[in-house]
């Protein structure tokens, strides 16, 4: 695709309240990177200054809480370093004209006890053990049972919600993202094939989006409804997860959802089965960002469409941090390496060259 042919993809946008300098959105994509107490590094604070040509960067996944920890050298939102830490990222990224919502976390069933305080259990809606494994300080072990939330515990969890938003914007956030994808935690309340409670979490579809609506309402208290998005991924099928009518729960979800004037859903829509993403968006009716494999040419036919209002790209920006005027100029991108994705330190995460770079 001609830098001509990229009108919308590469013009200014509105999302919530915020203007935007493109319809380019840097997906959420955990580096594991973090450094002592899982908090920010010098190195992650460039990785993000690098990348602030994105109308939106939406950061990896951050734990609002140590139980919501999953994974090695993730970092967190819940204590004064880690808030120091990316203190320090926002200022990079404002510094240079961009504009940053950080993604609150919590893994849920997707932990181990090595990883947990007091070598805990991970807690979940439901008893149910999520196949594979998972990296920890002796190396891969099998997900273990989690344990599942008492009723009396659930206020608790949304709490932390809160206390991560009011860190974040503590932080100099311009918003933030509520992780409800992937299979984690919020992902975990909302389908049933994870989600097996007999209370008021469970059973129906609006009982299963309690979990989330209620996260919401915490979070739009500290930053307002139009600087925060939820992340969604209704056919996502990895850790085991499924639903048995994923239309009609995630539809439940955006209905439920459109009252609040968010800024925007994030929808990952990849994963197996067929999906109505256009009535998706259909339900919620505000903006929609739409990710998955998509490449400058069909992301700006999207935007065209109407199916999308703006575009996230996760690997394409890892690999090119100047992925929007690259775009513009229609030239090759650089290719990412698998390898460095969660290792490496600098190598394949602040030395992938520019244009400038490259001549």
């Known amino acids: 695709m001609t830098t001509s042919n990229l009108n919308l993809l590469t013009s200014p946008a509105q999302i919530g309240t915020l203007s935007l300098k493109n319809h380019m959105v840097m997906a959420p994509l955990t580096r594991s990177r973090a450094g002592e107490g899982d908090a920010p590094t010098p190195t992650v604070v460039e990785y993000y200054r690098q990348r602030a040509g994105a109308g939106l960067i939406i950061t990896e996944g951050s734990q609002v809480s140590a139980q919501g920890k999953g994974y090695m050298r993730t970092p967190g939102i819940f204590t004064t370093e880690q808030i120091e830490g990316w203190k320090q990222v926002t200022d990079a990224v404002h510094a240079e004209g961009g504009r940053i919502f950080l993604q609150l976390w919590h ?20 008893a149910i053990k999520a196949d594979g494994e998972i990296y920890t300080p002796e190396g891969l072990k099998p997900y273990e049972l989690p344990r599942a939330l008492n009723l009396d515990e659930i206020p608790g969890v949304v709490a932390d919600f809160r206390q991560g938003a009011e860190n974040a914007k503590r932080a100099g956030f311009d918003g933030v993202e509520i992780h409800g994808a992937n299979g984690y ?20 579809a609006e009982n299963r989006t309690r979990f989330l609506k209620e996260v919401v309402e915490s979070v739009i208290e500290v930053f307002g409804a139009s600087r925060v998005g939820v992340r969604l991924s209704p056919i996502f099928n990895y850790f085991s997860m499924s639903d048995s009518d994923p239309q009609a729960t995630f539809n439940c979800a955006a209905k439920m959802l459109s009252r609040y004037g968010l800024a925007y859903i994030h929808v990952v829509e990849l994963g197996a089965g067929p999906f109505d993403f256009k009535d998706l968006k259909r339900c919620f009716g505000g903006s929609y960002i739409a990710n998955g494999g998509y490449d400058a040419e069909r992301a700006e036919k999207a935007l065209n469409s109407g199916d999308a209002d703006l575009v996230s790209f996760g690997t394409a920006f890892l690999a090119n941090p100047d992925l ?25 995460y602040t030395d992938y060259p520019t244009l400038a770079q490259s001549r």
């Open 324 to 348: 929007v005027e690259r775009f513009q100029r229609g030239v090759a991108l650089n290719e990412a390496d698998p390898a460095t994705f969660y290792q490496g330190e600098e190598r394949g």
């Open 185 to 204: 935690l919020i992902d975990q309340f909302l389908r049933d094939g994870t989600n097996t409670r007999t209370d008021s979490y469970g059973g129906s």
């Open 107 to 126: 893994v849920g069933r997707l932990s181990h006890p090595l990883v947990q305080l007091n070598n805990e259990l991970p807690v979940a809606p439901s």
